[in-house]
């Protein structure tokens, strides 16, 4: 399902509710996009002749796939206005990637916004929103806090700043972890839709310790095992993440979606794709 206008869209969808990520640590994951926090290290990256996932294209499919997944849309660029409290006890959330007031992304979103076009529509907001970080509180952001974000969203430094920080954050830290396990684009994006749910902290739950549970199981191409048998372990594990919670209980981004991919062999996550997310059937030409 598509949304024409997000701000009049009907209550919060099984995509939007997943957003009970465990995020209290995203912005130290995202201090070091290299990937230092998840253990990367970039000597002895696996080559592979296929495009990585931060090849242009492939990453466009990326976004395609999560925002297939996170606002039922294959439109991910129509999201920057995106903007509603979805009562998952972490405030407000909102943009490309479902920055949250509570959780930290996005406070250092807002304030990459003012470091680069000082005292924008935003900038005001920065003190409320360093008080209700770690909350689901509105206090100092109501009424005009929406408003403000989807006047903002028409910027395109404010635009650019939601990319940055969703590269620095989730998907450049996704990808050289990713390189670093020799797995090719499929897995790099199994990886990045895992951390944009689950985030990086030491709960079970987190990505590390989803991808922990793997390696019990089956080892990376990088430690000489088999991708897909690897893939298939790795997403054994999210799935049992998913379900400790029941705002993750509905696992069809995994189901339908990537195992999809997977069971096709399909490791470079090359085009034509078809997948469903919550029912919802999606197609990459």
Known sequence: MVYADREAAAPASPARLSRLSRRTVVAALGAVASGALLGVSRAGTASAAAPGLDDPAKKEIAMKLVSSAENSSLDWKAQYKYIEDIGDGRGYTAGIIGFCSGTGDMLDLVQLYADRKPGNVLAKYLPALRKVNGTDSHEGLDPNYPR??????????????????????????????????????????????????????????????????????????????????????????????????????????????????????????????????????????
């Open 148 to 285: 403000d974000w989807r006047k903002a969203a028409q910027d395109t430094a404010f635009q650019q700043a939601q990319n940055d920080e969703r590269d620095r954050v989730y998907f450049n830290p996704a990808v050289a972890q990713g390189k670093t396990d020799g797995l090719r684009a499929l897995g790099q994006f199994i990886y990045y839709d895992a951390i944009v749910m689950h985030g990086d902290g030491d709960d079970s739950t987190s990505f590390r310790n989803i991808r922990k549970r793997a390696l019990r199981s089956a080892k990376p191409p990088a430690q000489g095992g088999d991708e897909t048998t690897y893939l298939n372990a790795f997403l054994d594990a999210r799935v049992w993440a998913m379900k400790q919670e029941e705002a993750h209980s509905d696992t069809s981004r995994v189901d339908t979606a990537q195992r999809v991919f997977l069971r096709k062999g399909n490791l470079d996550l090359n085009t034509p794709l078809d997948w469903k997310v919550y029912g919802d059937s999606y197609h990459i030409g």
